[in-house]
DNA sequence: GTGGTCTAGACCACA
DNA sequence: GTGGTCTAGACCACG
């Protein structure tokens, strides 16, 4: 049981984010077989109709797809699983890029800033 | 009359990380007062509730004082204001770290991709 | 309260359904508000989430907006909805060629089969 | 091998209709075998069970007959698939004037727009 | 007041 | 067994 959720985001898509993760990281590979709704609600501690809907929205972005009976599967449609990926990245470091120009950062002081926050991190 | 909110975040905090963003970039200047409520209402077509909101998050977060019967003002305490940029920076930084680190990407390739991504937007 | 649902398709899609056809058929205009979740449940005769179901798909298409705390409205694209009428008409007319198509149909019998079937309705 | 079902509907009602339509078309005569259910399976890649469910299902609309230990064949009772073809095409064009006039469509939009979809579809 | 999320528990169709 | 739908009732953030 993992019950550790920020309240800001919807648990639904916390799960569908934290899932993508492991899709995109290729810990799940296309093809695999997602744990059932109801394992998947025991697992993280939330109620099956949470996870119902994550996996919904999942199956609405193409990610993942779902065969009557059988299950939820990660898609098998590697494309759309590059494109993701390359989507989530472009999505994070537009955010980033963005959110720094707003608090007047130019261009070289945010890799500055982001070269000496990595280097802090690792002592 | 600006109506251009994005869905995803509440609208009074889009407005307060706005302000914010000025103040930290030096638009707006400690002690500088900032429109009444029912002014910025106006100016962002909003509902002055949703303003009134906005004003008490930033004076929650010290970043406005208000003085009754004058109006808000942006603090006079220019150490809130350095420590505030400075929190925001690694703010960002940290949750682009952090999404980054989700997708599976190393050090480098978060430095990389940023610069690559820095680099098209040049263009 | 309405409750005459057909059991093969969702209600929360019924009603959808229906309502795209009082938009498209321009009984409700664009910019126009809809019932509240509540009234609507009410009028429907179903829970309120099954509602909230009707609005989200309904939002996901692009139909409707939901304004925060103000409720939801018939898009003011008038251009969504031009291309749902056509979108909804061809995919009608395809379905039907196709499933004639099917039972061995040329399309001269098509025509003349539904001038017939049209012909004795009107009777 | 052939696994291309659309997700709306079962599959068993899928692989029923497909059946009806060769049978209705006379693709397959009255009296005539159809697959066992185990080389029915096989054939549309799925499981035994479903096949099971799609033959009684056209069991009980008379469609086919199944004799013990013999399999299971098209009804040699002529008016049952005179009167299915019939059935069949009069819920498709019924569904069909439905649909139209939901949308608003009056009768001679029907026709028109039928004959302008066919015209269409033959360059 | 509005929509959005979540839980609990139930029932159904499908494979 | 699987996913999908629905109800009942609750709580929350937002405007």
Redesign the pocket.
Known sequence: MA?D?Q?S??????IADHLSSQIVRGEMRAGE?????????IQS????????????EM?RMGIVE???????FVTENEQVLKDLKSRLQTDIIHSFVQNMKDLGYSQEEMITGLEQYLRREQE
Chains 1, 2, 3, 4 share one sequence.
């Open positions: 019950k959720f309240s985001k919807p648990i639904y898509i916390q077989k997602l744990p059932s709704v109801r394992e998947m609600a501690g939330v109620n099956p109709n949470t996870i119902q809907r994550t996996y919904s199956e779902t065969r009557r009976g059988q299950g939820t």
